[in-house]
């Protein structure tokens, strides 16, 4: 086996790990939201239609950064077009996207998820709702993009969640924090005659500043 092919085994192994992941944490249903990661210019994608648990290192599935087959018969994701959005406009290394039920109902009631923690300065700032558009469509992927300028992740309207990162751990961080923070909104905001407290810009931009330290060297 060639090192190409160590890498490719490697991290389909780590993408199948963690699409399971969004399934077994409640972030998608049944064959809902998929998972990429790019190794070199060839990018890894989650098949449309199959079951995670399903999938193993015979279904292989990748594409180029032009949307061309390069290894596997099984047909990528619909949401193809978003995802090679993120890889030709950003650095990123793997995105994540789910039909997270917090996140997208959020989605439905505003059009930037309000200032509720400070976890928002881990994905860029305050987190954009990108306007509804057909699921597959390069329309959502250019409403995606413009909800990501400046961020790692954003909601999709009725729709979902995308985060990216440099591997599929940190974008996968991203989906969770993301999740967590539109469930912790939604219950602050559900107590009648009672409005959440929302951090100030100033108070992002420092916890901003003390996130970039965070973590072991």
């Known amino acids: 086996m ?90 990123a290394r793997a995105v994540v996207h789910t039909h997270a039920v917090h996140a997208t109902a959020v989605s439905t009631l505003v059009p930037e998820l309000p200032l509720v923690h400070y976890m928002a300065a881990a994905l860029g700032g305050p987190v954009r709702v990108a306007p509804y558009a057909l699921y597959g469509s390069e329309e959502l992927a250019g409403n995606m993009l413009r909800a990501l300028e400046g961020r790692t992740g954003c909601l999709l ?38 409005a959440p407290s929302l951090l100030s810009a100033a108070q992002l931009d420092e916890a901003a500043q003390r996130l970039r330290g965070y973590g072991q060297p």
């Open 2 to 91: 060639s090192d190409n092919e160590a890498a490719i085994a490697g991290a389909w192994a780590e993408l199948t790990a963690t699409a399971r992941r969004t399934a077994t944490e409640g972030l998608v249903v049944g064959t809902s939201g998929n998972v990429s990661v790019r190794v070199g210019e060839t990018i890894l994608i989650t098949p449309t239609g199959v079951p995670y648990d399903r999938l193993g290192p015979a279904d292989t599935v990748a594409v180029d950064l032009e949307g061309h087959q390069v290894l596997g018969t099984l047909r990528p994701t619909s949401e193809l077009p978003m995802h090679l959005a993120v890889y030709r406009s950003t650095d």
């Open 157 to 194: 309207q009725n729709h979902g969640t995308v985060t990216y990162g440099n591997s599929l751990a940190q974008a996968y961080d991203r989906t969770a924090q993301l999740e967590w923070m539109c469930r912790l909104w939604l219950t602050a905001a559900a107590l009648p005659g009672r």
